[in-house]
């Protein structure tokens, strides 16, 4: 897909609104009762931004970033300050954050994902974009030297030199970004002073890579 593998300036995404949104189709009965079902399997993020810019600098960034991904034609990685960790973003990563799969033996390559809530009603999220450098990986519980597994930062695939054991747990911690584009073809800035202005906010929302 069309995909820049850069980041949104995290000064530009300061004042930022957004969150997750989830489609269901609900069908109300004759009888009252009501069927409830969606043909997302993940939810999708939305965000605006740039309404809080005001130096004249900022928003020339903003509009050459714009520029470079050429409105919404290419996606690119967006660091969500409130989801960005495979913990809670106060704590510190660990290995043992998330579970990915239980080995089989043979298995070597897992994709990183996130987990919402507990038990059969935990909604799982895969991680394409993790941050170079912040991946660690546990098998069995023991954490894993960074040369026995690969792995790949644009796909979020992890790579191990050898095959867990099966029934052998493989876990992971790491930070994330989120893969978005713009939602629109223009961007507006006015004009307050000679070194201040005011930038209508700029929608972005997430991709499926």
């Known amino acids: 897909m069309a995909f820049h593998e850069?980041?949104?300036?995290?000064?530009?995404?300061?004042?930022?609104?957004?969150?997750?949104?989830?489609r269901t189709e609900i069908v109300t009965l004759g009888s009252?009762?009501?069927?409830?079902?969606?043909?997302?399997?993940?939810?999708?993020?939305?965000?605006?931004?740039?309404?809080?810019?005001?130096?004249?600098?900022?928003?020339?960034?903003?509009?050459?970033?714009?520029e470079a991904r050429r409105g919404r034609l290419y996606g690119f990685r967006f660091r969500d300050f409130a989801d960005c960790k495979s913990c809670t973003p106060g704590a510190a990563v660990s290995a043992v954050d998330q579970m990915l799969a239980q080995g089989d033996g043979a298995r070597t390559v897992f994709p990183l994902s996130k987990r919402y809530g507990d038990d059969q009603t935990a909604a799982e999220r895969r991680i394409a974009k993790p941050v170079e450098g912040t991946v660690r990986l546990a098998v069995g519980g023991v954490e894993q030297a960074s040369g026995t597994f690969a792995v790949d930062h644009a796909t979020g695939l992890v790579t191990l030199d050898a095959?867990?054991?099966?029934?052998?747990?493989?876990?992971?911690?790491?930070?994330?970004?989120?893969?978005?584009?713009?939602?629109?073809?223009?961007?507006?800035?006015?004009?307050?002073?000679?070194?201040a202005g005011r930038m209508a906010a700029a929608p972005l929302i997430e991709v499926r890579v």
């Open 32 to 66: 009252g009762f009501e069927r409830r079902s969606t043909p997302w399997a993940q939810g999708r993020r939305r965000y605006l931004i740039g309404a809080n810019l005001r130096s004249l600098d900022d928003m020339a960034t903003l509009t050459s970033f714009f």
């Open 163 to 195: 095959a867990p054991a099966a029934g052998v747990a493989v876990t992971a911690g790491f930070e994330f970004d989120t893969p978005v584009r713009f939602d629109t073809d223009r961007i507006e800035v006015t004009l307050e002073s000679f070194d």
């Open 6 to 22: 850069v980041r949104l300036p995290a000064r530009l995404a300061f004042g930022s609104t957004g969150g997750v949104e989830r």
